[in-house]
């Protein structure tokens, strides 16, 4: 599976967008782009997934580059709940069995 | 309306006992998975069942048993606990041939070993 890159941390202010950078520049054809957040003490909550195109649900955007090296998680309004570890997972698209979570982007909503 | 439970939350034994955490999932996925979350808080993945049948074993000890009575169960068996088996331990389940289905996660199990 696919490597990926992602900052130690970042930090958002309250009611703003959070947008959250992975590269995975080895990424192949048929691997997957997951989006999972581990708030403290919980365990991993999936977020979000796509292959080629753009994707968006009630929780966020994922934004993947045309040439797939790269993606973004987007929250649109981050609040203090949205505080957490956030993990980008490239995995086969048909069998998103082994998760290998790296160390993540802790994300710390500032009031 | 838990998705995935496991019992107990926490779990405070001595060393050399043998323990058992148990897992259900009511989302009617056909794979299950153990993962251990260490202290510097790097998650892998241990087993996966699918169908209870087993598809994944990582490098594990031997002293760790998983045991798959039925596809809404993966139970864990640890025999002669360790110093270094204290852990948060986290059940997931899934659809594993459908395409792209995400892992859904329980909220772990905190194992202290004394």
């Known amino acids: 599976d696919a490597k990926t890159t992602q900052p130690t941390s970042m930090d958002c202010a309250e009611g703003r967008a959070a947008n959250l950078p992975c590269n995975h520049s080895?990424?192949?054809?048929?691997?997957?782009v997951y989006w999972y957040r581990q708030i403290h003490s919980q365990g991993p909550q999936y977020i979000i997934h796509?292959?080629?195109n753009n994707e968006t649900n009630e929780m966020a955007s994922l934004i993947i580059t045309e040439d797939r090296k790269s993606s973004t998680l987007i929250l649109p309004h981050a609040t203090l709940r949205d505080t957490a570890v956030y993990y980008c997972?490239?995995?086969?698209?048909?069998?998103?069995?082994?998760?290998?979570f790296g160390t993540g982007t802790r994300l710390t909503v500032i009031p | 309306d838990t998705a995935v439970s496991q019992t107990p939350k926490y779990l405070v034994t001595q060393m050399g006992n043998d323990k058992s955490i148990k897992c259900e999932q009511n989302?009617?996925?056909?794979?299950m998975y153990w993962y251990k979350q260490d202290s510097k808080k790097f998650l892998k993945i241990m087993f996966s069942?699918?169908?209870?049948?087993?598809?994944i074993n990582e490098t594990v000890p031997n002293r760790f048993s998983p045991k798959s009575p039925d596809k809404a169960h993966l139970n864990l068996h640890i025999n002669s606990l360790e110093l270094g088996d204290s852990a948060v331990y986290f059940c997931a389940s899934s659809h594993r041939d459908r395409d792209g289905q995400p892992q859904h996660f329980g909220d772990g199990t905190r194992l202290s070993i004394l």
């Open positions: 989302l009617g996925h056909d794979t």
């Open positions: 796509g292959l080629k």
């Open positions: 080895t990424i192949s054809g048929n691997e997957y």
């Open positions: 997972i490239v995995i086969v698209r048909w069998a998103a069995n082994n998760l290998f």
């Open positions: 069942y699918n169908n209870k049948e087993l598809i």
